[in-house]
């Protein structure tokens, strides 16, 4: 059986994103199936064991050493993440024990150490990249981006480790084109995660508004993703704040975790004056497969995904499974999979007025039987992205991978 490593920057039922739920799934699948043992590496939080077993898969959590002034980034820098680490454990697990191939799913110099530490043992490996890391695409400002610059910053910390790699795996089409053009064609591929349907689309016994006492003539909006600037949920709160001002009694509903104080407590100064402190409620996560996620889902009247440089694909396709409509900004996985007034909305974040528009066109009852054409045809396209399929797809990467080492 194939020995497979994949690296996180954390996995934890606190810290909970798609990029865990993309490892997870990956991992307890391939291990189930019997293709592989999967192992999970990841940076260790204060309260957590440093060797866990989930489902067969082994979890190894190592402390990371940050630099010194890291706390005074992970206070001004609201999407602080471990990119710019070192783990000291980690690179020792992979310099002490044999595998058969590496998924790293960090970015930065992070990657580039742990790359070089393969590369010396010969063994192959292949790196996940996000376009939310690179930041090549601003949803939140007018005109011509001016990312570029950010792209070339983060892609020279880490282009060693990708040159090298046996496969890059991105998260959108946007970011393999450029991509490829720094790293070849061959190299680049794009691969979106998958869903499982039926979590969603079957009824949840828990009644989500209840749960969380929310009025139940209320319209829960809901967003997924990490709270932070990138996240862009001001825009989002100061939207609700447009629409309950116009009688549409909205509750925002926001799933994520958020590693800023100072963005947090900002975000809370704004609910209150925009006096939709008692129209929000913030979850900071659930952990894996918990029902009270897919119930999330199936009680929202519309999933908004505002995020200014990538929107999670995973978010789309479960709110496309749940049957809710939903309104994205064009950046990441969002731009390739939903076709404006098809099957969802695109809108430029920066664009306020437009945004409360798709609002409440999508919210007005008066338009259910084009919601009802948008619903079938997202369900169809969501189905075509089981975790099956996608999987088979990974499974195909990692085999021509091996072979070529």
Same mark, same amino acid.
Request: with cysteine; net charge positive; glycine share 6%.
């Given at each position: ?269 704004? !609910?209150?004056?925009? +006096?939709?402190? %008692?129209? *929000?409620?913030?979850?900071? $996560? ?7 996620? @897919? ?86 396209? !969501?189905?075509?992205? +089981?975790?099956? %399929?996608? *999987?088979?797809?990974?499974? $195909? ?7 070529? @080492?």
């Amino acid at each position: 059986m194939k020995k497979i490593v994949l690296v996180l920057p954390c996995f934890s039922s606190q810290q909970w994103d798609s990029q865990a739920e993309q490892a997870w799934n990956i991992a307890r699948n391939l291990t189930a199936d019997g293709w592989a043992q999967c192992c999970i590496l990841a940076s260790r939080l204060a309260d957590e064991p440093a060797l866990e077993l989930k489902n067969d898969v082994p979890i190894h959590r190592f402390t990371p050493e940050r630099s010194r002034w890291g706390f005074l980034r992970k206070y001004w820098q609201d999407d602080f993440t471990d990119d710019d680490v070192a783990v000291p454990g980690m690179e020792l697990f992979l310099q002490k024990n044999q595998f058969d191939l590496v998924h790293i799913m960090v970015g930065g110099r992070l990657c580039e150490r742990l790359a070089a530490v393969l590369q010396e043992r010969n063994i192959p490996y292949v790196v996940s990249c996000r376009s939310g890391e690179f930041r090549i695409f601003d949803a939140a400002q007018r005109g011509r981006s001016r990312s570029h610059s950010a792209f070339t910053h983060y892609l020279r910390s880490y282009h060693g480790a990708l040159r090298n790699a046996g496969r890059v795996l991105c998260s959108d089409h946007r970011l393999r084109r450029m991509l490829a053009q720094r790293l070849g064609d061959r190299q680049v591929e794009c691969w979106q995660m998958g869903v499982e349907p039926e979590r969603f689309s079957r009824l949840s016994p828990l009644n989500f508004k209840e749960f969380y006492q929310i009025p139940a003539s209320r319209h829960i909006v809901l967003t997924i993703g990490r709270i932070g600037e990138s996240g862009n949920q001001k825009m989002l709160l100061e939207t609700l704040s447009m629409l309950n001002s116009r009688n549409w009694n909205c509750q925002l509903v926001m799933i994520g975790w958020c590693s800023s104080a100072r963005y947090m407590k900002s975000f809370m100064d704004l !609910a209150v004056k925009c +006096r939709m402190e %008692n129209y *929000l409620t913030v979850i900071p $996560g659930f952990p894996p497969g918990d029902e009270r996620f @897919a119930a999330a889902f199936q009680a929202a009247s519309l999933v908004i995904l505002p995020a200014r440089y990538e929107v999670s694909g995973t978010a789309v396709l479960e709110a496309w499974s749940a049957g809710v409509p939903v309104i994205a900004s064009p950046a990441g996985a969002a731009a390739d999979l939903i076709e404006d007034n098809v099957s969802g909305r695109l809108v430029m974040m920066h664009d306020f007025q437009a945004c409360v528009r798709c609002c409440e066109e999508l919210l007005d009852e008066r338009n259910r039987t084009r919601l009802e054409k948008m619903r079938s045809t997202a369900l169809a396209q !969501a189905r075509n992205f +089981r975790w099956k %399929n996608c *999987l088979d797809k990974l499974v $195909g990467i990692y085999e021509d991978v091996m072979k070529i @080492a």
